[in-house]
Every structure is written in C-alpha cells, then in structure tokens.
C-alpha cells in the first residue's frame, strides 16, 4: 500500500467521512428492563481527523464506538465504515471491514505474552494471511518510539511502551479509522501523554483518522473535535478543544 501522508483539506470544503451514524439506536432489554442506550444519534468522524467523545457514565460513548466499528448491531438506524453500511453486511463480511479496515486500542493492552512486540504488531495480518508493507511498518514503529525494542515480549515492557504497541498493531494495516476506548485509563500520566502523542502524530504526519473515547479533559484536548453525549444523545460539540474548554463543557452538563 502506498504511504499516506496528512493534509488539511480547504476550509471551503467539508471533510469527507471515515465513519459515521444515522439515526442508530441501540437499546437493551426489554419492558421494564429496557434501556435506551442510543437514542436516535446521527455523527460524522472526519477522514484524517482525531475525534474524542466524552460524557457522563452511562450516556452511551462506548456504544456509540461499539456500533459504529461494527462490534455491536444497532436497533435502528445506520452505522458505516467509509461508505459501507454495517447493517448490509452478514458476520463474514463483517469481520473483513472490521480486519481490514478498522484498528482497536483498549484500555486493556490485548497482547500476547508469549510473542514478541513485532509480532504482536504483526499478529492481525499474519492471522489475515497478509504481510505488512515494511516501509510503512517501519515508518509506524519509528514513530510510536519502538525501534529498539520489537525483540521484547510484553513482561519486558512497561504498561507505556505495551500501549504503544498496540497504538502500532491498530495503525500498520493502515485501516480506515482506529477507535480507541479509554487508551491512557491502565497508565501514568506521563505514559498516557506519550500514547496520545503518537495517536495524535498518526493524524498529523500519517493521515489516520481516530475517534477516541475518554473521560479526561486532558486526553480529550489532544483531539480536533470534542463530542458530547448525555442520556444517549449528542448534546454538544467543541472544535480545537482545549482542556480547560472541555472541562467548563463537563461541568455544564454534570458530567
């Protein structure tokens, strides 16, 4: 695949869409166990654009990512990946969008302990049958700070430099998008700079487009847009927030 590298599109035209809702409800359970966990949510995650979305506990953020990276099914509306509607697509194909196209990083780091940061970097392509370009591969463990440690297996690393590699694993197939749920939540401040350095420098340098889900004003600042839901709707967005400006938003809203 050829290399990608950023660029901010004129301000007079709009930024093309990585991934996206309509309309998407999700609700749980039944009767009196119901819960409305979306309600009728319609967003757009800008392509080469970092995203945050915050609110208070239980105002549905993560079901918001879940459903639109395709990990969970939506009970009305429509959730996308690029120009692909999730709702269209049977479990194989499914799994290709989500293999192909998209890249995870969790709170819980997810490598395996008996392989070393290469190949756990590696792992989701050699498991797709695919080899990574070696000339990307390079570009992102260079940037993600590795390259003198992709002999090292996970109990030889810190909870930091784990993180990073998994920043890596979601970035080398260079996916459509890479979602990100509480990244810095399992790391020290420092460390959890240094992650959100590097998700921020792959938008920046690479052109990847992220959408982040956080409850820290700080990690939030690190993005270009700032979205905000409450009760399972989006009540507000900041463009080119600062923390201090998401923390004011947070407090107007009791999160």
Same mark, same amino acid.
């Given at each position: 695949?050829?290399?990608?590298?950023?660029?901010?599109?004129?301000?007079?035209?709009?930024?093309?869409?990585?991934?996206?809702?309509t309309? @998407?409800?999700?609700?749980?359970?039944?009767?009196e166990?119901?819960?409305?966990?979306?309600d009728?949510?319609s967003?757009?995650?800008?392509?080469g654009?970092?995203?945050?979305?915050?609110?208070?506990s239980?105002?549905g953020?993560s &079901?918001?990512m879940h459903?639109?990276?395709?990990?969970?099914s939506?009970s009305?509306?429509?959730?996308?990946i690029?120009?692909?509607? =999730?709702?269209?697509?049977?479990d194989r194909?499914?799994?290709?969008?989500?293999?192909?196209?998209?890249g995870f990083?969790?709170?819980a780091f997810?490598? =395996?302990? &008996?392989?070393t940061a290469?190949?756990?970097i590696?792992?989701?392509?050699?498991?797709?049958?695919?080899?990574?370009?070696?000339?990307?591969?390079?570009?992102?463990?260079?940037?993600?700070? =590795?390259?003198?440690?992709?002999?090292?297996?996970?109990a030889q @690393?810190?909870?930091g430099q784990?993180?990073?590699?998994?920043?890596?694993?979601?970035?080398?197939?260079?996916?459509?998008?890479v979602?990100?749920?509480e990244? &810095?939540?399992?790391?020290?401040?420092?460390?959890g700079?240094?992650?959100?350095g590097? @998700?921020r420098?792959?938008?920046? #340098?690479l052109?990847q487009?992220?959408?982040m889900?956080?409850?820290?004003?700080?990690?939030?600042?690190?993005? #270009?847009?700032?979205?905000?839901?409450?009760d399972?709707?989006? &009540?507000?967005?900041?463009l080119?927030?600062?923390?201090e400006?998401?923390?004011?938003?947070?407090?107007?809203f009791g999160?």
């Amino acid at each position: 695949m050829p290399i990608r590298t950023a660029a901010s599109p004129p301000a007079h035209r709009p930024v093309a869409s990585a991934a996206g809702a309509t309309g @998407l409800t999700k609700v749980y359970g039944e009767g009196e166990t119901r819960v409305v966990a979306l309600d009728s949510v319609s967003v757009e995650f800008g392509r080469g654009r970092f995203t945050a979305i915050m609110g208070p506990s239980g105002s549905g953020k993560s &079901t918001l990512m879940h459903c639109v990276a395709g990990l969970d099914s939506v009970s009305a509306g429509s959730a996308r990946i690029g120009d692909t509607e =999730l709702s269209t697509l049977n479990d194989r194909q499914l799994t290709r969008v989500r293999r192909d196209s998209v890249g995870f990083v969790f709170q819980a780091f997810n490598l =395996l302990p &008996t392989l070393t940061a290469l190949e756990n970097i590696t792992l989701p392509m050699a498991v797709a049958g695919r080899r990574p370009d070696r000339q990307w591969l390079d570009l992102v463990v260079a940037k993600v700070g =590795l390259s003198g440690r992709l002999g090292h297996r996970p109990a030889q @690393l810190s909870g930091g430099q784990q993180q990073r590699v998994a920043v890596a694993r979601a970035l080398v197939s260079q996916p459509e998008i890479v979602f990100a749920d509480e990244p &810095t939540g399992n790391l020290d401040s420092r460390a959890g700079a240094e992650v959100l350095g590097f @998700l921020r420098d792959s938008v920046r #340098d690479l052109g990847q487009s992220v959408v982040m889900v956080t409850h820290d004003p700080v990690a939030a600042s690190y993005a #270009d847009r700032v979205v905000f839901l409450a009760d399972g709707r989006i &009540t507000d967005e900041l463009l080119n927030p600062t923390a201090e400006r998401v923390l004011d938003q947070m407090v107007h809203f009791g999160a």
